[in-house]
């Protein structure tokens, strides 16, 4: 017997990827609202091992993951998912939601990103089968307005939804734009602080800002005076 709408509806899946480099109040705020607005039963953060669109990244994926998992431990609907940090090679987001799907099930499965890793979607690997695996949520953020390439903007604008509800009546294949607080913080401003002494406190928890001071992450010395 197929679910039923109901079961459908409380059974969604969210992945929020990211480098989380480190991961900030921006980043959980974002999560906490968009969980809590589309009803996910089971959101998740999934920090990238290799991320293919960048550099590298300042803090080892363990280091990433470790204060991933003290900033959600106090909340029990936030996960983090470390499959792209334990698999080898670069992280391509595509083969992550294959291997999400297939561990999920046909329930709703939504790619929370924000709108300034949206406007650069047709970069990553491809990226046309993404809307087969799942529903894309755009969240809108502070300095980043939608500014789509021609040829990814007829894909958004095709299976655009205005109500976030309707995402909950299918697997995959809908597009939506979440509007989420706007909070002015980013990873690189936090780095920045720390390489300079400074405190970024309340940009973060207070957990993460401490395993930084702790392992000396981002040029942060434990003897920081404003180290708690
Ligand atoms: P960096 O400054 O190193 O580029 P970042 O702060 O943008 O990092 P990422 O880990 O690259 O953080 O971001 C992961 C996802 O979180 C992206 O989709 C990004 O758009 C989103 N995001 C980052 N900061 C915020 C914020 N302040 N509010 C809402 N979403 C955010």
Redesign the pocket.
Known sequence: MPPSRRAIRNRAVAI??????PV?Y??L??AAEISERLKVSDFRLLPAGRPPHREGTWAEAFHRLAMLELAVAPYPDLHVDEREVRRDGPSFMVETLESVRAEVGEVPLLLC?????ANQLDQWHRWQDLPELAHLVV?T??RSAPRYPASLAEVLEKRRVTRARDLMRSPAGLVCHVE?T????????I?RQLARGWDPRFLLPATVLAYIRKHGLYGAGETNPANG
């Open positions: 929020f990827g990211g480098t989380f480099d900030h921006g980043h705020r974002a990103v924000g709108q300034d890793a969240m953020r502070p989420v706007q909070l002015e913080i980013s990873s690189t401003d780095r």
